[in-house]
Protein backbone atom coordinates (compact mmCIF):
# COMPACT_ATOMS: atom_id res chain seq x y z
CA UNK A 1 0.00 0.00 0.00
CA UNK A 2 1.42 3.28 -0.75
CA UNK A 3 1.68 6.02 1.98
CA UNK A 4 -0.64 8.94 1.81
CA UNK A 5 1.26 11.81 2.42
CA UNK A 6 -0.54 14.47 3.83
CA UNK A 7 -3.20 14.31 7.20
CA UNK A 8 -4.32 11.00 7.79
CA UNK A 9 -7.27 9.69 9.69
CA UNK A 10 -7.89 6.25 11.04
CA UNK A 11 -11.50 5.73 11.94
CA UNK A 12 -12.58 2.33 13.54
CA UNK A 13 -15.88 0.70 13.64
CA UNK A 14 -17.82 -2.61 13.58
CA UNK A 15 -21.17 -4.08 11.95
CA UNK A 16 -22.72 -4.43 15.35
CA UNK A 17 -25.64 -3.54 14.19
CA UNK A 18 -25.83 -0.14 11.24
CA UNK A 19 -25.15 2.49 13.97
CA UNK A 20 -21.55 2.68 14.37
CA UNK A 21 -21.16 2.24 10.07
CA UNK A 22 -23.32 4.70 9.71
CA UNK A 23 -21.26 6.78 12.07
CA UNK A 24 -17.96 5.89 10.29
CA UNK A 25 -19.94 7.33 6.45
CA UNK A 26 -20.91 10.09 8.40
CA UNK A 27 -17.89 11.44 9.63
CA UNK A 28 -15.84 10.64 5.80
CA UNK A 29 -19.00 12.38 4.68
CA UNK A 30 -18.09 15.00 6.78
CA UNK A 31 -14.65 15.50 5.68
CA UNK A 32 -15.67 15.56 1.59
CA UNK A 33 -17.97 18.05 2.20
CA UNK A 34 -16.76 20.27 4.77
CA UNK A 35 -13.00 20.35 4.07
CA UNK A 36 -13.35 20.17 0.00
CA UNK A 37 -10.46 22.06 -0.44
CA UNK A 38 -8.11 20.54 1.31
CA UNK A 39 -6.62 16.48 1.01
CA UNK A 40 -7.36 14.47 3.74
CA UNK A 41 -6.82 10.49 3.29
CA UNK A 42 -9.48 8.79 5.70
CA UNK A 43 -9.65 5.01 6.36
CA UNK A 44 -12.39 2.90 8.08
CA UNK A 45 -11.61 -0.30 9.38
CA UNK A 46 -13.86 -2.65 11.19
CA UNK A 47 -11.69 -3.55 13.65
CA UNK A 48 -13.77 -5.72 15.98
CA UNK A 49 -14.48 -8.32 13.76
CA UNK A 50 -11.21 -7.99 11.27
CA UNK A 51 -8.67 -8.33 14.68
CA UNK A 52 -9.03 -11.84 15.29
CA UNK A 53 -11.75 -14.70 14.50
CA UNK A 54 -12.97 -14.87 18.00
CA UNK A 55 -13.86 -11.31 18.17
CA UNK A 56 -15.48 -12.12 14.76
CA UNK A 57 -17.82 -14.84 16.00
CA UNK A 58 -18.96 -12.39 19.39
CA UNK A 59 -19.84 -9.48 16.51
CA UNK A 60 -21.73 -12.55 14.51
CA UNK A 61 -23.30 -13.59 17.92
CA UNK A 62 -24.41 -9.74 18.62
CA UNK A 63 -26.12 -9.35 15.30
CA UNK A 64 -28.17 -12.97 15.81
CA UNK A 65 -29.62 -11.98 19.16
CA UNK A 66 -30.36 -8.40 17.80
CA UNK A 67 -32.42 -10.24 14.65
CA UNK A 68 -33.38 -13.18 16.29
CA UNK A 69 -33.93 -12.46 20.14
CA UNK A 70 -34.13 -8.73 20.89
CA UNK A 71 -35.68 -9.76 24.35
CA UNK A 72 -32.34 -11.44 25.32
CA UNK A 73 -30.56 -8.11 24.43
CA UNK A 74 -30.85 -6.70 27.81
CA UNK A 75 -28.81 -9.98 29.36
CA UNK A 76 -26.04 -9.34 26.81
CA UNK A 77 -25.76 -6.34 27.51
CA UNK A 78 -25.55 -6.64 31.68
CA UNK A 79 -22.96 -9.52 30.45
CA UNK A 80 -20.75 -7.46 28.46
CA UNK A 81 -20.63 -4.33 31.24
CA UNK A 82 -20.35 -6.85 33.60
CA UNK A 83 -17.14 -8.78 32.30
CA UNK A 84 -15.65 -5.82 30.19
CA UNK A 85 -13.78 -8.16 27.33
CA UNK A 86 -12.51 -4.91 26.36
CA UNK A 87 -10.43 -4.24 29.19
CA UNK A 88 -9.37 -8.32 29.23
CA UNK A 89 -5.90 -9.44 28.60
CA UNK A 90 -7.68 -12.40 27.15
CA UNK A 91 -9.28 -10.76 24.35
CA UNK A 92 -6.36 -7.84 24.24
CA UNK A 93 -3.75 -10.32 23.43
CA UNK A 94 -5.39 -11.93 20.32
CA UNK A 95 -6.03 -8.45 18.68
CA UNK A 96 -3.10 -6.44 19.41
CA UNK A 97 -1.01 -7.93 16.79
CA UNK A 98 -3.62 -6.57 14.00
CA UNK A 99 -3.72 -2.95 15.59
CA UNK A 100 -0.19 -2.28 15.71
CA UNK A 101 -0.28 -3.67 11.80
CA UNK A 102 -2.85 -0.98 11.63
CA UNK A 103 -0.14 1.85 12.31
CA UNK A 104 3.14 0.32 10.71
CA UNK A 105 1.43 -0.26 7.40
CA UNK A 106 -0.83 3.41 7.50
CA UNK A 107 0.15 5.43 10.61
CA UNK A 108 -2.52 7.93 11.48
CA UNK A 109 -2.34 11.67 12.38
CA UNK A 110 -5.40 11.00 14.57
CA UNK A 111 -7.71 7.86 15.42
CA UNK A 112 -10.98 8.20 15.80
CA UNK A 113 -13.66 5.39 17.55
CA UNK A 114 -17.22 5.05 17.04
CA UNK A 115 -17.60 1.53 18.96
CA UNK A 116 -16.87 1.63 22.67
CA UNK A 117 -14.99 -2.14 22.52
CA UNK A 118 -11.89 -0.13 20.50
CA UNK A 119 -11.02 2.34 23.03
CA UNK A 120 -8.79 0.80 25.13
CA UNK A 121 -6.72 -1.66 23.14
CA UNK A 122 -5.76 1.20 20.34
CA UNK A 123 -5.58 3.44 23.62
CA UNK A 124 -2.71 0.80 24.55
CA UNK A 125 -0.75 0.01 21.53
CA UNK A 126 -0.16 4.20 21.05
CA UNK A 127 1.59 3.66 24.37
CA UNK A 128 3.31 0.28 23.58
CA UNK A 129 5.01 2.22 20.17
CA UNK A 130 5.56 5.08 22.01
CA UNK A 131 2.89 7.47 19.62
CA UNK A 132 0.37 8.18 22.60
CA UNK A 133 1.94 12.04 23.12
CA UNK A 134 1.38 12.33 19.18
CA UNK A 135 -1.42 10.75 18.10
CA UNK A 136 -4.89 11.95 19.40
CA UNK A 137 -7.26 9.30 20.04
CA UNK A 138 -10.81 10.90 19.73
CA UNK A 139 -14.21 8.69 20.51
CA UNK A 140 -17.72 9.81 19.35
CA UNK A 141 -19.58 8.12 20.85
CA UNK A 142 -22.65 7.15 19.58
CA UNK A 143 -25.33 6.20 21.88
CA UNK A 144 -27.04 9.83 22.35
CA UNK A 145 -28.59 9.39 26.22
CA UNK A 146 -27.66 8.07 29.72
CA UNK A 147 -27.19 4.71 30.13
CA UNK A 148 -24.88 3.29 27.32
CA UNK A 149 -21.99 1.16 27.35
CA UNK A 150 -19.13 1.16 29.92
CA UNK A 151 -16.98 0.77 27.30
CA UNK A 152 -17.12 3.80 26.01
CA UNK A 153 -15.11 5.04 29.04
CA UNK A 154 -11.47 5.15 28.81
CA UNK A 155 -8.99 6.87 30.34
CA UNK A 156 -6.72 7.24 27.62
CA UNK A 157 -9.13 9.12 25.33
CA UNK A 158 -8.00 12.49 24.03
CA UNK A 159 -11.35 13.58 23.24
CA UNK A 160 -14.77 12.94 23.70
CA UNK A 161 -17.33 14.05 21.59
CA UNK A 162 -21.05 13.17 23.01
CA UNK A 163 -24.80 13.84 21.24
CA UNK A 164 -25.94 15.62 24.28
CA UNK A 165 -25.60 16.65 27.73
CA UNK A 166 -27.30 13.41 29.35
CA UNK A 167 -24.30 12.14 27.72
CA UNK A 168 -21.37 14.35 29.05
CA UNK A 169 -23.01 12.99 32.71
CA UNK A 170 -22.19 9.18 31.85
CA UNK A 171 -19.09 9.53 31.09
CA UNK A 172 -18.76 12.19 34.16
CA UNK A 173 -20.05 9.23 36.26
CA UNK A 174 -18.07 6.94 34.73
CA UNK A 175 -14.91 8.67 35.66
CA UNK A 176 -14.05 10.82 32.39
CA UNK A 177 -12.57 14.10 32.97
CA UNK A 178 -15.05 16.89 32.06
CA UNK A 179 -12.70 18.71 30.58
CA UNK A 180 -12.07 15.72 27.84
CA UNK A 181 -15.78 15.98 27.03
CA UNK A 182 -17.72 17.86 24.24
CA UNK A 183 -21.24 18.21 23.16
CA UNK A 184 -21.58 17.89 19.76
CA UNK A 185 -24.33 16.16 18.93
CA UNK A 186 -24.77 13.02 16.80
CA UNK A 187 -22.85 12.27 13.35
CA UNK A 188 -25.78 12.12 10.91
CA UNK A 189 -24.80 12.07 7.26
CA UNK A 190 -25.11 15.30 5.03
CA UNK A 191 -27.19 13.47 2.98
CA UNK A 192 -30.35 13.09 5.68
CA UNK A 193 -32.10 16.47 5.59
CA UNK A 194 -35.59 17.43 5.57
CA UNK A 195 -37.31 17.74 2.22
CA UNK A 196 -39.21 19.95 0.56
CA UNK A 197 -42.33 18.53 -0.26
CA UNK A 198 -41.66 18.34 -4.41
CA UNK A 199 -38.68 16.10 -3.08
CA UNK A 200 -40.52 13.89 -1.28
CA UNK A 201 -42.88 13.45 -3.66
CA UNK A 202 -39.83 12.59 -6.31
CA UNK A 203 -38.48 10.19 -3.88
CA UNK A 204 -42.37 8.16 -3.55
CA UNK A 205 -42.59 8.41 -7.45
CA UNK A 206 -38.74 6.87 -7.71
CA UNK A 207 -40.14 4.00 -5.57
CA UNK A 208 -43.07 3.38 -7.71
CA UNK A 209 -45.63 4.74 -5.09
CA UNK A 210 -48.17 7.24 -5.33
CA UNK A 211 -46.18 10.79 -4.13
CA UNK A 212 -49.53 11.82 -2.78
CA UNK A 213 -50.59 9.24 0.12
CA UNK A 214 -49.59 9.38 3.50
CA UNK A 215 -46.58 6.57 3.36
CA UNK A 216 -45.24 4.60 6.37
CA UNK A 217 -41.78 3.56 6.58
CA UNK A 218 -41.13 0.39 8.50
CA UNK A 219 -37.64 -0.29 9.14
CA UNK A 220 -36.28 -3.65 10.37
CA UNK A 221 -32.49 -2.30 10.55
CA UNK A 222 -29.02 -3.29 9.14
CA UNK A 223 -29.61 -6.94 10.60
CA UNK A 224 -33.12 -7.19 9.75
CA UNK A 225 -35.03 -8.83 12.51
CA UNK A 226 -36.27 -7.67 16.17
CA UNK A 227 -40.03 -7.28 16.94
CA UNK A 228 -40.44 -4.93 13.30
CA UNK A 229 -41.36 -8.06 11.40
CA UNK A 230 -44.29 -8.79 13.81
CA UNK A 231 -45.27 -4.94 13.86
CA UNK A 232 -45.28 -5.27 10.04
CA UNK A 233 -47.34 -8.23 10.28
CA UNK A 234 -50.05 -5.98 12.15
CA UNK A 235 -50.00 -3.68 9.49
CA UNK A 236 -50.46 -4.88 6.61
CA UNK A 237 -54.00 -6.43 7.89
CA UNK A 238 -54.68 -2.95 8.62
CA UNK A 239 -57.98 -1.13 7.23
CA UNK A 240 -55.74 2.08 6.44
CA UNK A 241 -55.44 4.68 3.58
CA UNK A 242 -51.69 5.03 3.16
CA UNK A 243 -48.43 2.67 1.47
CA UNK A 244 -45.63 1.69 2.67
CA UNK A 245 -42.19 1.27 2.40
CA UNK A 246 -40.42 -2.10 4.31
CA UNK A 247 -36.70 -2.07 5.00
CA UNK A 248 -35.53 -5.77 5.35
CA UNK A 249 -31.92 -5.30 5.99
CA UNK A 250 -29.13 -7.88 5.21
CA UNK A 251 -32.05 -10.69 5.80
CA UNK A 252 -33.28 -12.32 2.58
CA UNK A 253 -35.10 -14.67 4.14
CA UNK A 254 -37.20 -11.78 6.14
CA UNK A 255 -37.18 -9.73 2.62
CA UNK A 256 -38.95 -12.76 1.20
CA UNK A 257 -41.10 -13.43 4.03
CA UNK A 258 -42.05 -9.47 3.55
CA UNK A 259 -42.89 -9.79 0.07
CA UNK A 260 -45.09 -12.62 0.74
CA UNK A 261 -47.20 -10.32 3.27
CA UNK A 262 -47.55 -7.43 0.87
CA UNK A 263 -49.06 -9.56 -2.12
CA UNK A 264 -52.06 -9.91 0.48
CA UNK A 265 -51.62 -6.29 1.95
CA UNK A 266 -54.55 -3.71 2.03
CA UNK A 267 -52.52 -1.18 0.48
CA UNK A 268 -49.79 -0.94 -1.69
CA UNK A 269 -46.41 -1.80 0.04
CA UNK A 270 -42.28 -1.51 -1.62
CA UNK A 271 -40.14 -4.33 -0.30
CA UNK A 272 -36.78 -3.71 -0.11
CA UNK A 273 -33.78 -5.73 0.90
CA UNK A 274 -30.15 -3.57 1.98
CA UNK A 275 -29.97 -0.19 0.84
CA UNK A 276 -27.37 2.01 0.54
CA UNK A 277 -29.85 5.13 -0.08
CA UNK A 278 -32.32 4.93 3.09
CA UNK A 279 -31.83 8.71 2.95
CA UNK A 280 -34.27 8.24 -0.05
CA UNK A 281 -36.40 6.24 1.87
CA UNK A 282 -36.85 8.49 5.19
CA UNK A 283 -37.82 11.31 2.57
CA UNK A 284 -40.07 9.36 1.27
CA UNK A 285 -41.79 8.57 4.42
CA UNK A 286 -44.30 10.78 6.51
CA UNK A 287 -43.35 8.38 9.58
CA UNK A 288 -40.92 5.79 10.32
CA UNK A 289 -41.34 2.33 12.49
CA UNK A 290 -38.09 1.45 13.78
CA UNK A 291 -36.32 -0.30 16.69
CA UNK A 292 -34.68 3.12 18.82
CA UNK A 293 -31.08 2.59 17.14
CA UNK A 294 -28.85 5.80 18.28
CA UNK A 295 -28.02 6.90 14.70
CA UNK A 296 -31.15 5.81 12.72
CA UNK A 297 -32.94 7.51 15.20
CA UNK A 298 -31.45 11.04 14.60
CA UNK A 299 -31.28 10.57 10.72
CA UNK A 300 -35.29 10.18 10.78
CA UNK A 301 -34.99 13.47 12.81
CA UNK A 302 -32.79 15.06 10.70
CA UNK A 303 -35.49 14.18 7.70
CA UNK A 304 -38.36 15.53 10.49
CA UNK A 305 -40.26 12.35 10.22
CA UNK A 306 -41.68 11.14 13.72
CA UNK A 307 -40.91 7.91 14.61
CA UNK A 308 -43.36 4.76 16.10
CA UNK A 309 -40.20 3.21 17.90
CA UNK A 310 -40.78 -0.06 18.87
CA UNK A 311 -41.30 -0.74 22.64
CA UNK A 312 -43.15 -4.31 22.41
CA UNK A 313 -39.85 -5.55 23.96
CA UNK A 314 -38.26 -2.51 26.78
CA UNK A 315 -35.40 -1.03 24.64
CA UNK A 316 -31.94 -2.00 25.22
CA UNK A 317 -30.89 0.28 28.33
CA UNK A 318 -28.65 2.54 25.97
CA UNK A 319 -31.57 3.03 23.53
CA UNK A 320 -34.01 3.60 26.64
CA UNK A 321 -33.07 7.79 26.90
CA UNK A 322 -33.56 7.95 23.18
CA UNK A 323 -37.21 6.54 23.58
CA UNK A 324 -38.12 8.33 26.65
CA UNK A 325 -37.03 11.79 25.12
CA UNK A 326 -38.76 10.77 21.97
CA UNK A 327 -42.14 10.51 24.22
CA UNK A 328 -41.22 13.57 26.37
CA UNK A 329 -41.27 15.98 23.62
CA UNK A 330 -43.74 14.78 21.44
CA UNK A 331 -41.81 13.30 18.05
CA UNK A 332 -42.92 10.03 18.02
CA UNK A 333 -45.04 7.27 19.73
CA UNK A 334 -43.96 4.05 21.69
CA UNK A 335 -45.73 1.25 20.82
CA UNK A 336 -45.97 -1.06 23.82
CA UNK A 337 -48.05 -3.76 21.85
CA UNK A 338 -47.92 -4.58 18.13
CA UNK A 339 -51.78 -4.64 17.88
CA UNK A 340 -51.68 -0.84 18.67
CA UNK A 341 -49.74 -0.21 14.87
CA UNK A 342 -52.72 0.33 13.01
CA UNK A 343 -54.61 2.61 15.14
CA UNK A 344 -51.36 4.76 16.45
CA UNK A 345 -51.10 4.68 12.37
CA UNK A 346 -54.83 5.62 11.41
CA UNK A 347 -54.86 8.41 14.24
CA UNK A 348 -52.31 10.52 12.48
CA UNK A 349 -53.30 10.15 9.04
CA UNK A 350 -57.15 10.85 9.82
CA UNK A 351 -55.76 13.64 12.50
CA UNK A 352 -53.61 16.14 10.52
CA UNK A 353 -53.02 18.57 13.40
CA UNK A 354 -51.73 15.49 16.13
CA UNK A 355 -49.50 14.49 12.96
CA UNK A 356 -48.76 17.78 12.69
CA UNK A 357 -47.42 18.43 16.10
CA UNK A 358 -45.16 15.30 15.70
CA UNK A 359 -43.73 16.84 12.69
CA UNK A 360 -43.21 20.15 14.48
CA UNK A 361 -41.12 18.59 17.26
CA UNK A 362 -38.62 16.31 15.61
CA UNK A 363 -36.93 19.93 14.58
CA UNK A 364 -35.63 20.74 18.51
CA UNK A 365 -34.35 16.96 19.10
CA UNK A 366 -31.11 17.31 17.04
CA UNK A 367 -28.31 19.74 17.14
CA UNK A 368 -27.71 21.47 13.60
CA UNK A 369 -24.62 20.99 11.99
CA UNK A 370 -23.52 18.52 14.53
CA UNK A 371 -20.80 16.50 12.12
CA UNK A 372 -19.57 19.74 10.36
CA UNK A 373 -18.80 20.41 14.46
CA UNK A 374 -17.55 16.66 14.98
CA UNK A 375 -15.29 16.87 12.01
CA UNK A 376 -14.53 20.08 13.11
CA UNK A 377 -13.24 18.92 16.50
CA UNK A 378 -11.28 16.22 14.52
CA UNK A 379 -9.52 18.00 12.32
CA UNK A 380 -8.52 20.22 14.61
CA UNK A 381 -6.26 17.86 16.78
CA UNK A 382 -4.49 17.04 13.99
CA UNK A 383 -0.20 18.30 14.38
CA UNK A 384 0.18 20.72 11.87
CA UNK A 385 3.40 20.16 10.42
CA UNK A 386 0.44 17.20 8.90
CA UNK A 387 -1.16 19.60 7.74
CA UNK A 388 1.22 21.35 5.70
CA UNK A 389 3.09 18.53 3.92
CA UNK A 390 3.26 18.96 0.78
CA UNK A 391 2.24 16.48 -2.49
CA UNK A 392 -0.90 15.36 -0.35
CA UNK A 393 -2.85 12.82 -1.73
CA UNK A 394 -6.37 13.33 -3.22
CA UNK A 395 -8.93 12.13 -0.85
CA UNK A 396 -9.67 8.61 -0.36
CA UNK A 397 -11.57 6.35 1.28
CA UNK A 398 -10.40 2.94 2.62
CA UNK A 399 -11.82 -0.07 4.11
CA UNK A 400 -9.54 -2.96 5.13
Known amino acids: MSQARGPKILIISSDTGGGHRSAAAAIVAGVQKFFEGDSYAVRV ?20 VLRNRQHWMKYLYWAVNRIRPETREFFQRRCIGYCRDLFEKWCPHVVVSVHPLTQHIFARVLKEIG ?12 DPCYGFWKGWACDDVTLYLVASEEARQQLIDYGIRPERIKVSGMPVHPKFALPDERSAQAARRALGLDPEKFTVFV ?3 WVGGGN ?23 NEELRAEAETLAC ?13 QVEQLMQAANVMVSKLGG ?15 DATTPPMPQESGAAKLLAKRGAGVLLRRTSDIVPVVRRMVEDSRYYASLRAATAGLA ?25 ASPFEVRSA
Open 45 to 64: VRAVEESHHLSARLVALYNW
Open 131 to 142: LAEKIPLVTVVT
Open 219 to 221: NAG
Open 228 to 250: IPQIFRELVHGELDVQAIFLAGK
Open 264 to 276: AAKFPVKVIGYSE
Open 295 to 309: LSTFEALSCRVPIIA
Open 367 to 391: LPDATRRIVEEITALIPAPALGEED
